[in-house]
Each structure stands twice: as structure tokens, then as C-alpha cells.
């Protein structure tokens, strides 16, 4: 469902591009299972989109990016893939350069310290704190974005992280589903901590690359297609929460992976 | 995760019968999701279950008994299989005779009618009322289970539920997460609503029907096995919130379904 909040950033910034989306609503979510389930699940998921004739892959998902991106890149090739985690990287270090940055995201985002070694990648001494966020994604999913239950959860988890010393610059919101709730983190994290959403910065690295392969649409668009491996209907229903516009119920197609 | 608060009852009842648990780690949570999709899945983990020469099938899991009981019930025959709706309609109409009856549950179960129709089998005019709780599965799984965050979520789902006219005298804890936050719906919905938990009258039913059968175990008991679809390593630590006592991440083993 979260991938949603990264094609709402993708299809602001790129409206003349046409859009293929597949829900993996049957197994969702991914942010609780292993790196080898998860790299499974997203090897299936591309092979389905795959057929639609795109252009280039986004990853959607923290935590498939951090378990999936070179395997998938790999098995695609030449078609570019890109995913969410290098993208909220380089804007977390642009945003905080002396850092440190801390991260909340997925249990399994956490665990495999993607984004630890993405931002240390770029700049190799920042201090990376990182706290999973597991109640957030129920938060969002029933839409939960304000509040006083999203602003417990919030200082929940964002007290401890960001009470660490020196305190935290940036925080990257590294899960999908978190952009929903932004508000009341930000509310939480207060005025001096720069919120990092990668769904932004994903779309611009998108863009980067559609023009630098010459593949960027000038003109027409398809209206988006939706694919979802279980409960198409609630796919539509609940997508709206995280795409922040409607979505046409007959405009999403059941997939067996 | 929520069928080990059944295994728990079924051990504290049934000392001496020995129990292979299986979890679907990997495709969990089943509440949200389609019948069809349920109904696939409980087939396949009963069929990895039969392997372990099972005497006797439980369906620890709300949503899988409301949707796949019929079909797992005639695939296995003649083993006895049995679910926890109908043992949690039948304790309901005995502690609130006169109704009515509030049941709490997921999505899935809640949208599947499988609490009403089991009661009004019992009695036929009984008022039920429903509501699905889908932050409580997330509370539970991150151990929350008092707090200021738990009883906000607890009164935001059973005011209103509670609140309806007649005041319902019973509620079921259709959902197997659920007895993990026992004390904090007590302690919202107040001592004159019986809380009807389905683990201790399925742990029941079940020591009936091995005894009706002659099934009983009388000395002996080997230490159960934990099978998980998924990161077992995981389920054993969170197991422990469910099942009440460690689960040694040596008896778990990873099965692919």
C-alpha cells in the first residue's frame, strides 16, 4: 500500500508518464519478513510488471529496496531499476551534512541497516541512528494520520532516537507508509529536524534518469493501471489514503504472482 | 502469531497431548485478506501440518476458521477439525443469554459475518454488533498491551461498539491476538460486560472431542515443535508474547509451503 505515497510524488513530477502499479496485496506487508522471502516476492512482482511493457522499475518499498535492488537490477538488466533507499540517502546527507541522521523506518529496514550503509556510502563517518516503527504502518493503513494516537506513537519512537547526542539533524521517514503521518511527526520531531521523505527524492532520481536516457514522455498519458494480488477492492479503497486522490475500483486488475 | 494465545490455553488444559503449531510468518496477517486467498493458504499449512500424523486440527486463527472451516473440515475427513468461532458463539450465548452481544475481530472476520451467523445458529434472534480492531493486532505484536496507546485504541474501538442500545453484556475476542491485551479492554469496557475469550472455550472443545473419541492422551508428552513459513527466528522471540513462556528458537523449524 505504502508504494502508493512514492507513484502520488512520481506522478506530480512526471505527469506526462503513463504508470503500471502491483500491490503485493496478499502478502503485505513485507517490513516483518526475511531478506530471502522478500527478494522473492519482489523478483515475481517485477516479472508481472514486466509484461506491461515499462520502461524503467521503481522499487516502492524500503524494505524490498534494501533487500531486493541488486538482485533485481541484475535480472532486469538493461532496464534501469531504481529504488528508495540511495535516493533518501543522498537527500538526508544534502539536508544534514554534518549530521548525524537518524532513520525510522520498517523492523526489517532497521535490521538489514540499509540506509546506514547507503548514507555512509556517501559520507563515510556520519552517525546513523535508526529506530523501527512497527505501529506506524497500522496507523497509516486505518488512516490514523493525527491525533492523539499517532502523536503517542510518535513520541514513542521519536523521543528516544532523537534525545540521542549530538541530536539528529535529519530524519529520513524510511518506510513507504510513513509520509501519511508526516504531519504529526513533524509536529513531534519539531522545527529543527529536516524531514526527509524519499518518495520526493525518488521521484526526482526518476526524472534524472528518464532524461538522461532520452526515455522521458513529452506528450499523453494512460490513466494509471493498478494490479493487486488480493481484495482489489480494498486495494482501491484504502489506496486513496496513500495516493491522496481516488482510485477507480474498476481500474485495478487481480494478479496471481 | 495470535493462534499461540490457543496453543497456550489448549497446553494449560490438555497437559498431556503434544502440539505441532505452525505459523504462516511469511503471508501473515490473514485479517485483511480475501476468503479465496485465506482459504488457499489454510490448505496448504494443514496439508504441512497432516505430515506430523495430527490426531486432531485446530484453526487457531479467527479469520482461516470463518473462511476455510467447511473446506478443511471435508479435505481432512475423517480428522476431527476444529475452529474457534463456534466454541466463542457458544460461550457468548451462555454468559449474555439475553444479548446483546458485541464482537470485536478483523477486517476479514468482521466483513465475513462468521460471529453472527455462529451465534444466530444458537439464537436465532440474538442482536449482535461488530466492530474490527486492526491496531490492536499491531499493539500485540509489539507488546504494548497496557499504556496509554493501548487504552486510547481500546477506547476508540469499543466506545462507540459499547455504546449501542441495548449495552451489549458480552464481547467476544474474535481475533486471536486479542488475549494479549485482555486487561486493558477489561479495564475500558468495565466489569459488566463478560469478556468472551475463544482460546480457553476452543481448548475446550477441543479435550470434548478427544474424549468423545477416545483420543486422549494419558502420560507422556513430547515438547512441542513450532513450524513458521518465515524468519524463525522472529516467531520464537515474539512467540513468547503470545504463548506466554519462551519458545527455544531450536524447536523451530522453517517450512516452505
Known amino acids: 500500500m505504502g508504494g502508493l505515497t512514492v507513484m502520488r510524488a512520481l506522478k506530480a513530477r512526471l505527469p506526462n508518464e503513463s504508470f503500471v502499479y502491483l500491490g503485493d496485496t496478499a502478502r503485505l506487508p513485507y517490513g516483518t519478513k526475511s531478506v530471502d522471502t522478500v527478494t522473492r516476492y519482489a523478483v515475481q512482482a517485477s516479472a508481472a510488471l514486466m509484461k506491461h511493457d515499462i520502461k524503467l522499475l521503481v522499487v516502492a518499498c524500503n524494505t524490498a529496496s534494501a533487500a531486493a535492488l541488486p538482485v533485481l537490477a541484475e535480472t532486469l ?21 554534518d549530521g548525524p541522521i537518524a532513520v525510522i523506518a520498517t523492523e526489517g529496514t532497521v535490521r538489514g541497516g540499509a540506509y546506514v550503509r547507503a548514507i555512509q556510502a556517501i559520507a563515510p563517518h556520519m552517525p546513523v541512528v535508526q529506530q523501527a516503527c512497527p505501529l ?67 521521484a526526482a532520481a526518476v526524472e534524472a534518469i528518464l532524461q538522461e536516457k532520452g526515455l522521458l514522455n513529452m506528450d499523453g498519458v494512460m490513466a494509471p493501471r493498478f494490479l493487486a494480488t ?28
Open 77 to 97: 538488466a538493461p532496464l534501469p531499476v531504481v529504488g528508495v533507499i540511495e535516493p533518501g540517502a543522498q537527500a538526508a546527507v544534502a539536508a544534514a551534512p
Open 136 to 202: 506506524f504502518v497500522a496507523l497509516a493503513e486505518e488512516g490514523l494520520r493525527d491525533g492523539q494516537i499517532a502523536e503517542l506513537a510518535a513520541q514513542r519512537y521519536l523521543g528516544p532516537l532523537l534525545a540521542t547526542m549530538p541530536r539528529p539533524r535529519a530524519l529520513v521517514l524510511g518506510c513507504t507508509h510513513f509520509p501519511v503521518l508526516i504531519d504529526t511527526i513533524a509536529k513531534v520531531a519539531g522545527p529543527d529536524v529536516a524531514l526527509v521523505d524519499s518518495a520526493q527524492t525518488t
Open 230 to 257: 488480493d481484495a482489489p477492492g480494498r486495494f482501491a479503497h484504502l489506496g486513496e489514503i496513500f495516493l491522496g486522490e481516488p482510485i477507480d475500483p474498476g481500474a485495478v486488475t487481480l494478479v496471481d504472482l
